[in-house]
């Protein structure tokens, strides 16, 4: 189970006034267990087994058996959290033992759809176009250019067979199968696309990658009961919002979180926009960054260290070993001896704890102890981030499920097109 710290130096919180923030904070955190009724389109992920049950999940592996069997390349068309969480747990852990992961419908560069189209080239593949609003602009016109790419290579039957739609029940996405012949799944009407991980948003794609998606949802299941009982004190979910808010009551405006293990790569862009998308409203909330050690200490590290006080960290630490490379002399003057017999995980062990040493004397540092990189812990981090955001946005005061500003560009966009 994740675990929580806090490295703050300076002490800019203190027990007793957390302590009592976490009292306050109780009826936030009775309501997100319960649900509230002013949100119940948007709360289908709160109980994980409603959208990744047994028969939910018994079907998901059904149809990506089939991909698995007939296909070189799978084609996941979607934007934002229509892609986000499986892309994170695909770039991840996927061993390269299924079809190809081949992404589109996230941008409208004519350069990045080309390049997408070529590693297609010489491939058997298949296309799930995700669009709960079949009005979004990206997967819509990517899935139009490969269904000509379809019809191109494949009878009008066999491109069918290759075509699926995760949308919503009663959709144009919907009738477009029924007219078509392409598979529907459903995109669930009482989730939100950055919510979706445990449903056929998520999982679908997952599963087509050899990723274990029944201990994905075991890990979000049980992250489920651990926030739902015990004692308020010592709910996770609860105290990290609580700690969030008490640091931007204080003047923090950024949160970066981070790590030591490039495989979160792509987990950062589903967290960025879980909690942008989320609390960036009515002229309030955190922006979350990210960055990505060793490397960025490179770069944005001197910010972090010496910049304007404008930020808190949060880190991602994952305690299990996954590899072993030990570094040995190879008899050359090139003055890195002091590395002979080292593990690369001690050393990226010791880098971690020295940057949380040096950043915690200048700005607050949280913790979050990872067990092991796998897909069950995949699913606690889904979930736990998840409940904790919507937590944090009622603290906050905003409506952490609806995104009013993501359709302000759209009109005009819409305009300069003919629409």
Known sequence: ????????????????????????????????????ERYADSQGWLNVDEWAGEEILANIERIASHIRETCDAFVLIGVGGSNNAARAVIEALADGSGPEIVYAGNTLSANAMNRMLKKLEGKHFAIDCIAKNFETLEPGASFRVLRRELAARYSPEEAASRIICTGTY???????????????????????????????????????AGIDIRALVRGASDMETALHTGAPEDNLALRYAVLRNLYYQRGYKLELLASFEPQFRWFYKWWVQLFAESEGKDGKGLFP??????????????????G??????????????QDSLVVMPDGKADYFDYLNGKDFYDINKAAFSAT????????????????????????????????????????????????????????????????
């Open 308 to 321: 304007a006080p404008l930020m808190f960290e949060t880190f991602l630490d994952v305690e299990a070993r």
């Open 289 to 306: 960054v990210t960055a990505e050690f060793s490397e960025e200490l490179h770069a944005v590290g001197q910010y972090i260290q010496d």
């Open 1 to 36: 189970m994740l675990k929580l710290s806090i490295r703050d130096q300076r002490a800019l919180v203190g027990e007793a006034e957390l302590t009592a923030a976490i009292r306050d904070g109780v009826p936030a955190l009775q309501l997100a267990q319960a649900g509230e």
């Open 356 to 419: 949380v040493t040096a950043h915690s004397e200048k700005l607050p540092c949280l913790i979050f102890d990872v067990p092991a990189l796998d897909a069950y812990n995949f699913g606690q981090l889904f979930y736990f981030f998840q409940f904790a955001c919507y937590i944090s946005g009622s603290l906050l005061g905003i409506d952490p499920f609806n995104q009013p500003g993501v359709e302000a560009y759209k009109g005009w966009m819409f305009k300069a097109l003919g629409k």
């Open 170 to 208: 009663g959709s144009s996405l919907e009738e477009l199968c029924k007219t078509e012949g392409y598979t529907f799944v459903p995109f669930p009407t009482n989730v939100g696309g950055r919510y979706t991980a445990m449903t056929y948003v998520g999982l679908l794609p997952m599963a087509v």
